[in-house]
Nanobody, 116 residues
Framework: QVQLVESGGDLVQPGGSLRLSCAAS????????MGWYRQAPGKQRESVAAFTPSGGTNYADSVKGRFTISRDNAKNTVYLQMNSLKPEDTAVYYC??????????WGQGTQVTVSS
């Protein structure tokens, strides 16, 4: 079992920045990949940023150059630094972890609202 807890969501003005955190616990040795997804009301959940199994990164075209995914292995924590935020970034952001034994885990989500 893997537990994921997101934090850092907030109300921010366009052009502002936020850093989201995802703390993992439990069977973290089973984790293969981790990433961030987001879901706006009435829309499908979409991948925002993720680590590949080899340690590389993938970003949605809509966030390239603005968002950065990073990790601190010592703290079992993944971060999403979000800069130059736009209203269309408004969504619930979810941390996700996939394990070698075929399971996918999700955090509870954290709300990011970008509005003036």
């Amino acid at each position: 079992q893997v537990q994921l807890v997101e934090s850092g969501g907030d109300l921010v003005q366009p052009g502002g920045s936020l850093r989201l955190s995802c703390a993992a616990s439990g069977s973290i040795f089973k984790i293969n990949t981790m990433g961030w997804y987001r879901q706006a009301p009435g829309k499908q959940r979409e991948s925002v940023a993720a680590f590949t199994p080899s340690g590389g990164t993938n970003y949605a075209d809509s966030v390239k150059g603005r968002f950065t995914i990073s990790r601190d292995n010592a703290k079992n924590t993944v971060y999403l630094q979000m800069n130059s935020l736009k209203p269309e970034d408004t969504a619930v952001y979810y941390c996700s972890a996939s394990t070698w034994d075929g399971h996918t885990y999700w955090g509870q989500g954290t709300q990011v609202t970008v509005s003036s």
